[in-house]
């Protein structure tokens, strides 16, 4: 199993901004068992596609749980297939806060994603009131059973990210993510089965250069969903790099 590192650049980004990343990714070498994605705005997708190196794939941050129509401003999942990426972001925290997206809506950009051959990462995570409560297990659990309902263990990965450390150079401790992944890993087996074996669970949240090798080297991390680090060609690159470091 590959490492999969995954660069969520949100709302960032000029074409200047990504010519100049794609620039400095020309002479970067795919590394060794590493599977990298990019998922820039819907805006700069094409430009993506253009200007990075081959090995590079794309993927979008988000889908439309419903497949055309007079839906203004929504994308389709088949819109991103036919525009060359491979992968997409569903369920990401900050779109279940700012566009109150539920766990069904979230299961349904699933399920268009993998009808239109997209590979899908699901995200979930808890807020730090629901650990400091010590549900976390539990959100994270139900999150899951509601973001998966009627989702293909094909072509998946599960992305935790804890909302505390997003964003905040909070990072969970790879003992934290260790236990949660153990946890997400538990619910995948009864939910799929032997076939959650191929499932590929990811941590986000504050991943840096000099944070990634260590995270990689962990059993039970199979990669990396980066926000803030992915959009410095250089930092992204070093974390790409560690994934030659996973344990698989
Ligand atoms: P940061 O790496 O900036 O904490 O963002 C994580 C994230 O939300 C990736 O989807």
């Known amino acids: 199993m590959s490492t999969l590192v995954i660069a969520n650049w949100k709302m960032n980004g000029a074409v200047a901004s990504v010519e100049a990343f794609a620039q400095a ?13 990019i998922c820039p705005s819907f805006a700069h997708l094409s430009l993506v596609r253009e200007a990075m190196p081959r090995w590079v794939q794309l993927g979008a941050q988000d889908c439309s749980e419903r497949t055309s129509g007079a839906f203004t401003g929504d994308v389709s999942a088949t819109m991103l297939s036919d525009l060359g990426c491979q992968w997409v972001i569903v ?4 779109r279940r806060a700012c566009h109150s997206e539920t766990d069904s809506q979230v299961a349904q950009k699933a399920q268009r994603a993998q009808q239109a051959g997209l590979q899908v990462a699901v995200c979930v995570g808890e807020q730090l009131w629901q650990r400091e409560t010590s549900e976390h297990h539990q959100v994270v659990a139900a999150q899951l059973a509601g ?16 909302i505390w450390a997003i964003g905040t150079g909070h ?5 934290q993510a260790e236990d949660m992944h153990g946890q997400i890993r538990h619910c995948l087996a ?3 089965g032997e076939a959650a074996e ?13 944070t990634a090798r260590a995270l990689f080297a962990s059993e039970t991390i199979d990669g990396a969903l980066v926000g803030g680090a992915s959009l410095e060609a250089d930092s992204f690159a070093e974390i790409a790099r560690a994934g030659t470091f996973g344990r698989k």
């Open 198 to 210: 191929s499932i590929k669970v990811i941590y986000g949240g504050s991943v840096k250069p000099a």
């Open 190 to 192: 009864g939910h799929y």
């Open 91 to 94: 369920g990401h925290s900050e």
């Open 25 to 37: 990714w020309a002479g970067v070498a795919n590394p060794e068992k590493v599977s990298v994605v």
């Open 147 to 162: 973001s998966l309902e009627g989702v293909s263990p094909e072509g998946l990965a599960i992305a935790y990210e804890p």
């Open 171 to 175: 990072a969970a401790s790879t003992q």
